[in-house]
């Protein structure tokens, strides 16, 4: 298939088009604007629609109503954009409705810093609203992998009729690099996946099959919490993680996104060096891949190494439960729009041992 | 024998209303049924709602029924309409809703001209959360959050939503009526309904501002709140149309 060179945000927009996404609302933030502005542009191509919200609030809940018609529809921000969504977000994980959204993080908290940063790992994984609902979260590290995460996002979020977050941060969103495109959904498929769904959605019905869509209510909500929290069990099987060079390593370097991409690469480094380090990289951290921590060799592992674009470091918690006291755990942080570099990963993964 | 009234069918056989005695949001959600049936339309409708005492109609509409969240009824409607774009999308808000956590959200949507219908039900107060000021309650009146009552000095004044929405150049449609007499409960129901074709022939975005009264939570019993609504709802809110381009869009 053809390769081609694109920016972050705009493959992200490309990716969620051909998967067959015809509703996107959004409201400008530095580092992701390129994502409502690419939809703006392809949306009106293949018949859909983009609405520049009046605000994050707004936006959310158009995409809130444009999927509770069955089409598939996004919305995207950054870190204290994606706050003003929570509510919205809550919403769709309590009625149930499919949504996808993308938060391109940058620091944080307050307005933060309009540079990357992973700020955002708490509110992604444990409370993006009130209410304590989980979704699926993607952690794509490249291009390539945030198209394809995005593509699959859909597919996720209908089986499960629940939001999918796709977690990424200002350098992906930014950056450019060669990506292989998923193939365009036919127009006859995404019609089909919008009237299979017609008997729940707001399409208009008779009385006796009439669509009522609650995001909650007077009775029934501890059913309705047990039913999600059954279905979040169901998730293990859908863990995503790279496990690079870890069976004889002796140093365990653990990193999503971006820092999972420059810590792959200080492990080459340190390979070469003569450490014997690994990487744990989760592609999704929700659900966390703690299986990957119980299988590693802890008779030969000495330390593990968190490193993440947050101050105060929020991934190492996970990594905490996973590791239950087996080794010394180590955390390697920048943030404030400091990117994280190889050297500073090899500098913290050196003084391990 | 010629049948001259009968129940909606826009409303459920069964349902019991949970509307208190004097509430007039039970006779708003009965117009509507009556002018979606007439306009042949049950099945074709979805409403949106916001949240407030109205939310205890959504079980007994006969047709698709959406909650948003507080405030955010015009954001859901234009996702709904803007993908159902043959659909009759309406939102029903009340004063707190619309006015107050949803004012951004109603003046964009109806900025922009949205092809859906607000209902939007102004009683003066905050009924669902026990009597609260609303942007729209009275000088002088009581609210739990005014004891003394509205202050301007310190509250502002009542906020006019058809008048404020009249600035805006978009808007095909805004009137204001009332339920509190028979023949108000008529001119209500030829407002829905005029506000429906409307959509339905594509004029964007109507608003029909209902004024209501809500006995429970201004301390009065039903007939002295139609004496209050009557005298002091409809001096501050006078009911008239304050916009309508439907007719100058035929004209050309
Ligand atoms: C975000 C949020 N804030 C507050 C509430 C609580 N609340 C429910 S209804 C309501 C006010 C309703 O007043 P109004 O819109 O005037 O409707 P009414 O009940 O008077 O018809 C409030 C504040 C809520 N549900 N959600
Ligand atoms: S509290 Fe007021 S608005 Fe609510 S049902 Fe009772 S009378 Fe109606
Ligand atoms: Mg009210």
Same mark, same amino acid.
């Given at each position: 298939?053809?390769?081609?060179?694109?920016?972050?945000?705009?493959?992200?927009?490309?990716?969620?088009?051909?998967?067959?996404?015809?509703?996107?609302?959004?409201?400008?933030?530095?580092?992701?604007?390129?994502?409502?502005?690419?939809?703006?542009?392809?949306?009106?191509?293949?018949?859909?629609?983009?609405?520049?919200?009046?605000?994050?609030?707004?936006?959310?809940?158009?995409?809130?109503?444009?999927?509770?018609?069955?089409?598939?529809?996004?919305?995207?921000?950054?870190?204290?954009?994606?706050?003003?969504?929570?509510?919205?977000?809550?919403?769709?994980?309590?009625?149930?409705?499919?949504?996808?959204?993308?938060?391109?993080?940058?620091?944080?908290?307050?307005?933060?810093?309009?540079?990357?940063?992973?700020?955002?790992?708490?509110?992604?994984?444990?409370?993006?609203?009130?209410?304590?609902?989980?979704?699926?979260?993607?952690?794509?590290?490249?291009?390539?992998?945030?198209?394809?995460?995005?593509?699959?996002?859909?597919?996720?979020?209908?089986?499960?009729?629940?939001?999918?977050?796709?977690?990424?941060?200002?350098?992906?969103?930014?950056?450019?690099?060669?990506?292989?495109?998923?193939?365009?959904?036919?127009?006859?498929?995404?019609?089909?996946?919008?009237?299979?769904?017609?008997?729940?959605?707001?399409?208009?019905?008779?009385?006796?099959?009439?669509?009522?869509?609650?995001?909650?209510?007077?009775?029934?909500?501890?059913?309705?919490?047990?039913?999600?929290?059954?279905?979040?069990?169901?998730?293990?099987?859908?863990?995503?993680?790279?496990?690079?060079?870890?069976?004889?390593?002796?140093?365990?370097?653990?990193?999503?996104?971006?820092?999972?991409?420059?810590?792959?690469?200080?492990?080459?480094?340190?390979?070469?060096?003569?450490?014997?380090?690994?990487?744990?990289?989760?592609?999704?951290?929700?659900?966390?891949?703690?299986?990957?921590?119980?299988?590693?060799?802890?008779?030969?592992?000495?330390?593990?190494?968190?490193?993440?674009?947050?101050?105060?470091?929020?991934?190492?918690?996970?990594?905490?439960?996973?590791?239950?006291?087996?080794?010394?755990?180590?955390?390697?942080?920048?943030?404030?729009?400091?990117?994280?570099?190889?050297?500073?990963?090899?500098?913290?993964?050196?003084?391990?041992? | 024998?010629?049948?001259?009234?009968?129940?909606?069918?826009?409303?459920?056989?069964?349902?019991?209303?949970?509307?208190?005695?004097?509430?007039?949001?039970?006779?708003?959600?009965?117009?509507?049924?009556?002018?979606?049936?007439?306009?042949?339309?049950?099945?074709?409708?979805?409403?949106?709602?916001?949240?407030?005492?109205?939310?205890?109609?959504?079980?007994?509409?006969?047709?698709?029924?959406?909650?948003?969240?507080?405030?955010?009824?015009?954001?859901?409607?234009?996702?709904?309409?803007?993908?159902?774009?043959?659909?009759?999308?309406?939102?029903? $808000?009340? #004063? &707190?809703?619309?006015? %107050?956590?949803?004012?951004?959200? !109603?003046?964009?949507?109806? /900025?922009? =001209?949205?092809?859906?219908?607000?209902?939007?039900?102004?009683?003066?107060?905050?009924?669902?959360?026990?009597?609260?000021?609303?942007?729209?309650?009275?000088?002088?009146?009581?609210?739990?959050?005014?004891?003394?009552?509205?202050?301007?000095?310190?509250?502002?004044?009542?906020?006019?939503?058809?008048?404020?929405?009249?600035?805006?150049?978009?808007?095909?449609?805004?009137?204001?009526?009332?339920?509190?007499?028979?023949?108000?409960?008529?001119?209500?129901?030829?407002?829905?309904?005029?506000?429906?074709?409307? $959509?339905? #022939? &594509?004029?964007?975005? %109507?608003?029909?501002?209902?004024? !209501?009264?809500?006995?429970? /939570?201004? =301390?009065?019993?039903?007939?002295?709140?139609?004496?209050?609504?009557?005298?002091?709802?409809?001096?501050?809110?006078?009911?008239?149309?304050?916009?309508?381009?439907?007719?100058?869009?035929?004209?050309?």
């Amino acid at each position: 298939m053809a390769r081609k060179f694109m920016k972050g945000c705009e493959a992200i927009a490309e990716a969620a088009v051909r998967s067959g996404c015809r509703f996107f609302a959004g409201y400008p933030i530095t580092p992701q604007n390129e994502i409502p502005e690419y939809f703006a542009r392809r949306l009106p191509e293949v018949g859909g629609v983009f609405v520049q919200g009046e605000s994050e609030v707004a936006s959310i809940n158009m995409v809130y109503g444009a999927a509770q018609t069955g089409t598939r529809a996004m919305t995207s921000s950054s870190s204290c954009g994606i706050s003003l969504k929570s509510e919205g977000i809550s919403f769709c994980a309590s009625a149930r409705i499919p949504m996808v959204y993308c938060n391109v993080q940058r620091g944080g908290p307050g307005i933060g810093a309009i540079q990357p940063a992973q700020q955002d790992y708490f509110q992604a994984t444990r409370a993006s609203g009130n209410g304590g609902f989980r979704m699926l979260v993607f952690a794509p590290a490249t291009v390539q992998e945030a198209v394809d995460m995005t593509y699959e996002a859909f597919d996720y979020a209908q089986r499960d009729r629940n939001p999918v977050l796709i977690l990424a941060d200002g350098v992906l969103g930014t950056i450019m690099e060669p990506v292989e495109l998923p193939p365009m959904r036919p127009e006859e498929e995404v019609k089909a996946l919008k009237e299979a769904l017609s008997d729940w959605t707001l399409t208009g019905h008779r009385a006796e099959e009439k669509a009522l869509i609650l995001p909650g209510g007077w009775a029934g909500q501890e059913d309705r919490c047990r039913r999600n929290a059954n279905m979040y069990e169901t998730w293990g099987k859908d863990v995503q993680v790279e496990e690079y060079e870890t069976e004889d390593a002796e140093v365990i370097l653990t990193a999503y996104g971006i820092c999972g991409r420059i810590a792959r690469s200080a492990v080459r480094l340190l390979r070469k060096e003569g450490m014997k380090a690994g990487l744990i990289r989760p592609k999704t951290v929700s659900p966390y891949p703690y299986e990957s921590f119980d299988r590693l060799n802890y008779g030969k592992v000495k330390a593990i190494l968190s490193v993440e674009m947050s101050i105060p470091a929020q991934m190492v918690q996970d990594v905490e439960l996973a590791v239950k006291d087996r080794c010394r755990i180590r955390t390697c942080l920048r943030s404030g729009g400091e990117i994280m570099s190889r050297e500073d990963v090899l500098k913290a993964a050196r003084e391990l041992v | 024998m010629e049948q001259v009234y009968k129940r909606t069918k826009g409303i459920r056989d069964d349902m019991v209303s949970g509307f208190c005695p004097g509430c007039m949001h039970g006779t708003v959600f009965k117009l509507i049924g009556e002018v979606l049936e007439e306009l042949d339309i049950l099945e074709k409708t979805v409403t949106v709602q916001g949240v407030g005492c109205c939310g205890l109609a959504m079980e007994y509409v006969t047709y698709d029924c959406t909650t948003s969240p507080h405030g955010r009824a015009c954001a859901v409607a234009t996702g709904v309409k803007r993908t159902n774009p043959d659909r009759l999308v309406y939102t029903y $808000q009340g #004063d &707190g809703d619309l006015a %107050s956590i949803g004012l951004a959200e !109603t003046m964009s949507a109806a /900025n922009r =001209g949205e092809n859906f219908t607000v209902i939007f039900v102004n009683n003066g107060i905050y009924g669902m959360t026990g009597g609260q000021m609303a942007p729209t309650t009275l000088i002088g009146m009581k609210a739990t959050t005014a004891p003394a009552g509205r202050d301007p000095k310190v509250h502002g004044y009542p906020m006019h939503m058809c008048e404020i929405l009249n600035q805006l150049t978009a808007p095909c449609y805004l009137e204001r009526t009332s339920c509190n007499t028979p023949a108000n409960v008529r001119k209500t129901k030829k407002a829905i309904k005029k506000a429906f074709q409307n $959509q339905l #022939d &594509g004029k964007g975005f %109507s608003m029909v501002e209902i004024v !209501t009264s809500c006995p429970t /939570n201004w =301390g009065l019993d039903p007939m002295a709140s139609l004496d209050f609504l009557e005298e002091k709802m409809l001096k501050e809110f006078p009911l008239g149309v304050i916009r309508d381009k439907s007719r100058e869009e035929e004209a050309v």
